[in-house]
Every structure is written in C-alpha cells, then in structure tokens.
C-alpha cells in the first residue's frame, strides 16, 4: 500500500493506480497550462478541437508510466476519448497469476539471473583464542531471488528455472596465491571434520524443495595448494544429471589430483548416484556425495605427491 502511494504522488499513471485521482491531478494540470480547454462533463476527458487533438494526447501521454504507455496501441493516440478509454482500460490491476503460463514464464525469466548464477559461501570463520586457532560455523546460507519468496505458486513455478543454471560455491578458508606462499604466510587450514561438519550444518538450513532442485555444488580442496591470481582452481566441481529418471552424479577431473584419488572420486559418485536412484534423490545426491564418505577427503593427494 505505501508503494502504490508514492506512485500516485509521483503523478503519473501506473498499473494499479487510482484513475480517478490521476484524472483530478491532470485536470489541475491542464487548467495551468491549458486554460481555455473544456472538458467533458460525461466521460471525464479533455474536449479539444481537432486541431489540437495531437497536442493534447501527447501531454497525457508524458503523464502517464512508461510500463502503461508501452502497451497502449498507437491508434488510441489520436483523440483524447481513445486515449482516455485505453489509459483507463491498461491501468487496471490484474492478478499475475490470471496471465497465461508462457507469459509468467517470460517473466520469472527477467526477474531471475539472466546467466549461470553463482553464489560463493564461506562455511567457517577462524576463532582465535588462547589456544591455537580454531574455526567455527559462519552460519551462512543460500539466499534466493525476492520473486521465488511471492507466492507458493510462483515459487513451485519458478525455483526450477532458477536452479536449472545456479552454482553454488563451497569455501572453508581463504585462498592462498602464489605471492603469499613466496613470503611464506601459510595460514592454517581447518580439518576436513571441520568442513564435513559445516557441510552438515549449511545443508540443513536449506529448504527442501531448493535442496532438490540443486545441480551444481563446487567444494574447496582440502589441502594447501597454490593458486593463480585468477582463484577459483581450489575447487572440486560435482553436478547432478538426469537420464530416463535416473540420477548420475559428475565429478569433474581436476588437474592437482593423482589418478587413484580421481578415481576414488569418480567411483564415489557412481555409489552415489546408484544409492540416489534406489532412494528417488535428486539434488539431495549432491550434498550427500560431500558428506556420506567424511574419510574420502584425507585420501585425497595432490598429483606431485
């Protein structure tokens, strides 16, 4: 309600607006500027001569929103009885969910990320005391566009196409470059049961709709490597597929690992996705292939090793 008083003070016509308090605000306007127009007793529009027909729907027109005036036909623009009559009828508030399906779709497609949406998450936070360093859930989570929060309709319709092409990125520690290592700041690491734990504790602040619809997770890798200034090489991808209703979790071969934990991995996921079909999982696969194997991330070694 407090929106659609700021548009009315605003002046000009929006969808939903009162008409009729725009039409007492432009009349004012108009006995100002144009003060020998007359006005229609019956229908509440200005009455030019055809002389100045144009010249006065063109400044009803700049009264008027952008959004309405995009869908007003040319052809109502030539008198102030049309333009009036098509104003009127374009202004008026519908329900979206009236709109037909291809249209709703249209829009949850401008209102989602236009491309591959990634959100990067850091799931711990170092604690420091008198002891050694130690880290602790940051108690983040996943954080979803406005739109899919309007309705249980509109979410149901428009969280698969946000999840279709959203990647979600699991951090535990901040990066360590090339640079850093040169002056010697290595940093401490968390354990891999502080991240197994924080994967558990992240996972259950999701909604179970969202959670199945996941199809790509990236985690950060266990052990201290090197970086470029680019970032990013630190992640392990995993994405979820679906043929003939069968789920298949991928792992994607990353240049630091040997090829027994590439294959560790790549036999991890096919458990996975195997458990997954018997157990109709979808995106849920994905945080398990993270959590069910909490031992697989200290079997993990770097190519040179």
């Known amino acids: 309600m407090a929106t659609t008083n700021r548009l009315d003070a605003s002046g000009l016509l929006y969808e939903g607006s009162d008409f009729g308090k725009w039409r007492d605000a432009l009349r004012l306007y108009f006995a100002q500027h144009f003060p020998d127009l007359s006005w ?40 102030t009885g049309r333009l009036f009559s098509a104003l009127r009828a374009t202004a008026r508030p519908f329900r979206f969910m009236d709109l037909p399906a291809e249209i709703r779709y249209s829009i949850y497609q401008l209102e989602l990320p ?26 983040v989570s996943l954080v979803e566009p406005q739109i899919l929060a309007t309705s249980r309709q509109i979410r149901a319709e428009a969280l698969p196409l946000y999840y279709k092409d959203s990647h979600v990125e699991l951090m535990f520690s901040n990066r360590v470059y090339k640079a850093r290592l040169i002056s010697k700041l290595r ?11 924080a994967i558990n504790r992240w996972a259950a602040t999701i909604k179970p709709d969202s959670i199945r619809l996941l199809r790509k997770i990236s985690v950060q890798l266990p052990f201290l490597a090197m970086c470029s200034l ?4 630190d992640m392990l991808h995993f994405s979820l597929s679906t043929s003939n209703d069968k789920p298949k979790v991928h792992v994607t071969p990353h240049a630091w690992l040997n090829s027994v934990s590439q294959e560790l991995l790549h036999n991890h996921a096919s458990v996975v ?16 292939v993270l959590m069910s194997r909490p031992d697989i991330w200290d079997q993990l070694k770097l190519a040179d090793e």
Not at 116 to 139: D, I, M, V
Not at 187 to 197: H, I, Y
Not at 230 to 233: C, L
């Open 40 to 79: 229609s007793c019956n229908w509440g529009f200005p009455y030019p001569p055809s002389i100045r027909q144009r010249e006065i729907c063109d400044s009803i027109w700049w009264q008027v929103s952008p959004y309405v005036r995009y869908r007003v036909p040319e052809e109502s623009r030539k008198s």
């Open 273 to 288: 996705s195997n458990l997954a079909h018997v157990l109709n999982l979808e995106g849920e696969a994905l945080i398990m």
């Open 230 to 233: 680019k970032g990013r090489e």
């Open 187 to 197: 940093p401490s690491r968390p354990t891999n049961a502080d991240r197994v734990c």
């Open 114 to 139: 236009a491309k591959t949406h990634t959100q990067t998450l850091t799931l711990l936070k170092r604690r420091f005391g008198r002891s050694s360093p130690a880290f602790e859930y940051n108690g």
